[in-house]
């Protein structure tokens, strides 16, 4: 059983900066897409940016040119840098991993940005 365990979330000013870390507890990533989503209250849970097996990879149009999403494959983490922040990106920031057999989800890190 894979476990998906995300740190880095906290309390930043608008304009600040974040980096979020997802590690697993197998070596998954090499055949995994890799992601990061994220549920503000009273909204669904949305993409934030993914990483795909080979390296490509993907953003919401909300976040390109802020957030950065990489991956250290030698230590199973994945990784967010989150760049000038807004109130709007206030949320419960989840790790994923999927492939056509499995999904998993990590619990969840709250990033809160104040104005």
């Known amino acids: 059983q894979v476990q998906l365990v995300e740190s880095g979330g906290g309390l930043v000013q608008a304009g600040g900066s974040l980096r979020l870390s997802c590690a697993a507890t197998i070596s998954i990533f090499s055949s995994s897409t890799m992601g990061w989503y994220r549920q503000a209250p009273g909204k669904q849970r949305e993409l934030v940016a993914t990483v795909g097996a080979g390296g490509g990879t993907n953003y919401a149009d909300s976040v390109k040119g802020r957030f950065t999403i990489s991956r250290d494959i030698a230590k199973n983490t994945v990784y967010l840098q989150m760049s000038s922040l807004k109130p709007e990106d206030t949320a419960v920031y989840y790790c994923?991993?999927?492939?056509?057999?499995?999904?998993?989800w990590g619990q969840g890190t709250q990033v809160t940005v104040s104005s």
């Open positions: 994923n991993a999927h492939r056509w057999d499995y999904i998993y």
